[in-house]
Nanobody, 124 residues
Framework: VQLVESGGGSVQSGGSLRLSCAVS????????LAWFRQAPGKEREGVAA??????HTDYADSVKGRFTISQARRTVYLQMNSLKPDDTAMYFC????????????????????WGQGTQVTVSS
């Protein structure tokens, strides 16, 4: 499984960005996807997760109502609206092998595959 993020950038407070993560996997491999972020000097934290079928989602309290995770074909998206300076971080796509009917953000160590990250910077 390979994950490649894109879509990061710099935006002013209140602005929007959409991150994409292209998922390369074999046809018979199921994965469970999530977005994480890590700001300088802070631990990596879960942002959003989506069930394998795409019909269930889970969000960190800090982004509920502002961020939306979705997936289409072999890409997972993170739509980020009403961005705040506290959202500034490197954002990572993560995957865990298996078919998961529900969505639940797990600890970073529970994910087997990671992308290289894409930087999001929100200025006040």
């Amino acid at each position: 499984v390979q994950l490649v993020e894109s879509g990061g950038g710099s935006v002013q407070s209140g602005g929007s960005l959409r991150l994409s993560c292209a998922v390369s996997r074999s046809t018979n491999t199921n994965v469970y996807l999530a977005w994480f972020r890590q700001a300088p000097g802070k631990e990596r934290e879960g942002v959003a997760a989506i069930s394998t079928g795409g019909d269930h989602t889970d969000y960190a309290d800090s982004v509920k109502g502002r961020f939306t995770i979705s997936q289409a074909r072999r890409t997972v998206y993170l739509q980020m609206n009403s961005l705040k300076p506290d959202d500034t971080a490197m954002y990572f796509c993560a995957a865990r092998g298996g078919y998961y009917y529900t969505a639940l953000l797990r600890a970073p160590e529970d994910y087997e595959y990671w992308g290289q990250g894409t930087q999001v910077t929100v200025s006040s």
